[in-house]
């Protein structure tokens, strides 16, 4: 009963690096999202996927990419970290729009 | 431009005690209200408000939506030290389907 399963768990980049997260799903869950939280700002959404082959921007897209090439998959990819990209990153996925969210329990990424 | 906001942003409390967290939001063709408990890790869901359903209770939690004034309440009663988390309040628009969160409110309840 995996849910939302995000990989890795922790990492540290250096500025200038890239990197991908990855968020798997395993409830056929059309919606798929990311989101960054940082203290004292809650959680604000990056990306968005309504379906595969879809995404869309959120609230603070700059710096990051997605892609949705599977159903069960969201990818957000980092292609040159900055210091300020230092957060929790945390992805969701819901049945439709209008249902709750399932979250994954986060990566901690920090970039020096 | 969307906004939720909540408050207090942070609560020390005792067992025992009740405590009441607020969220008011700004927010275009408003569908539902949602808010989520975070532990350690993920934000988990307690409870969904819209228009036709706008009291929930779940055990010594209980959740009230008032659209007249657009805000929320989520009320936890005889607090344990189990309590002690990040209430996250989330509102969701028609014209959207994205979920905007508050700031959130940090609870800590002491023995």
């Known amino acids: 009963n995996a849910g939302v399963t995000q990989t890795p768990k922790f990492r540290v980049l250096k500025t200038g690096q890239s990197m991908t997260l990855l968020c798997a799903q395993d409830?056929?869950?059309?919606?798929m999202y990311w989101y960054r939280q940082d203290p004292g700002m809650g959680l604000r959404l990056i990306h968005y996927?309504?379906?595969?082959?879809?995404?869309a921007k959120g609230e603070v897209p700059d710096g990051y990419n997605v892609s949705r090439l599977k159903k069960q998959n969201f990818l957000l990819g980092l292609e040159s970290a900055a210091p300020s990209q230092t957060s929790v990153y945390f992805c969701?996925?819901?049945?439709?729009?209008?249902?709750?969210?399932?979250f994954g329990n986060g990566t901690r990424l920090t970039v020096t | 431009e969307d906004k939720v906001v909540q408050s207090p942003l942070s609560l020390v409390v005792h067992e025992g005690d009740t405590v009441t967290l607020n969220c008011s939001y700004e927010?275009?063709?408003?569908?539902?209200l949602l808010w989520y408990k975070q532990e350690k890790k993920a934000p988990t869901f307690l409870f969904m408000l819209?228009?036709?359903?706008i009291e929930k209770k779940s055990g010594r939690l209980s959740s009230i939506l008032d659209k007249k004034e657009l805000s929320s309440i989520l009320n936890i009663t005889a607090t344990q030290t189990g309590d002690s988390a990040i209430y996250l309040c989330?509102?969701?628009?028609?014209?959207?389907?994205?979920?905007?969160f508050g700031q959130g409110t940090t609870l800590q309840v002491k023995p």
């Open positions: 969701a996925s819901s049945y439709m729009a209008n249902s709750p969210l399932h």
């Open positions: 409830m056929n869950h059309e919606y």
């Open positions: 996927s309504v379906g595969e082959g879809t995404t």
């Open positions: 927010v275009t063709n408003f569908r539902s």
């Open positions: 819209t228009s036709s359903g």
């Open positions: 989330a509102v969701d628009s028609r014209n959207t389907g994205k979920l905007i």
